[in-house]
């Protein structure tokens, strides 16, 4: 018997972005229980594990997507961030 398929790995993306609407992105995220991280003119949001596989949001006009990394938060916000996860 094949070994079951893995679940996906709920994906970090990387914006770039004012940091007033990066902030209103954060508590928006954050209500609906994904991780979210900034620092100045970046943040990191992480979709919650149930969320994995959903599409990926719309973005706002004024937001770069960077990029999207699907090795966990933590190793997300050290990268791009470079400091450890943090809150709003």
Do not use: C, I, K, N
Not at 6 to 29: A, I, K, N
Not at 54 to 69: F, H, N
Not at 72 to 83: I, Q
């Amino acid at each position: 018997m094949p070994p079951a398929p893995s679940e996906p790995r709920p994906p970090s993306y990387l914006l770039v972005g004012p940091p007033d609407l990066l902030h209103d992105l954060t508590l928006d995220f954050a209500d609906v229980g994904w991780l979210v991280a900034t620092a100045r003119w970046q943040a990191v949001v992480t979709a919650a594990p149930q969320d994995a596989s959903a599409p990926e949001p719309e973005w706002p006009t004024e937001v770069t997507l960077a990029g999207v990394r699907r090795d966990g938060h933590a190793a997300a916000v050290a990268e791009f961030l470079g400091g450890p996860a943090g809150g709003p």
